[in-house]
């Protein structure tokens, strides 16, 4: 269940940091509620995976998956550029992700 909720918290937080734009600091109310909420997931679902795998594995994931997904949805729905110092950039981060996975000892997850 820990993979299962580690993948709840990462849609909850690229929802909610997708959507940060849209509340227009906070002055529109149903983007800023979805913020809000979608945050709140995030961190809770966070919470529950951090039982089984560890922080640092976990946080890796979950913060590795949320800037390579919402430079994505930055691209495809707000018309961010993505220059080849960014691809680059975002190519590292899986690497970092999957050596992690692959490789790491910090304990069996």
Not at 39 to 59: E, H
Not at 72 to 98: E, H, R
């Amino acid at each position: 269940m820990s993979w299962f909720y580690l993948a709840v918290a990462i849609v909850a937080e690229i929802i909610a940091t997708s959507l940060l734009k849209s509340s227009e600091g906070f002055t529109r109310l149903w983007p800023s509620l979805v913020v809000i909420v979608g945050y709140g997931c995030a961190f809770f679902f966070l919470s529950l995976t951090l039982r089984t795998i560890p922080v640092g594995a976990a946080y890796a994931i979950w913060s590795g998956a949320g800037i390579v997904l919402v430079t994505l949805i930055a691209w495809l729905i707000f018309g961010q550029t993505i220059s080849l110092p960014d691809v680059i950039g975002i190519g590292l981060i899986i690497a970092g992700v999957i050596v992690l996975r692959l490789f790491s000892e910090t304990g069996e997850y």
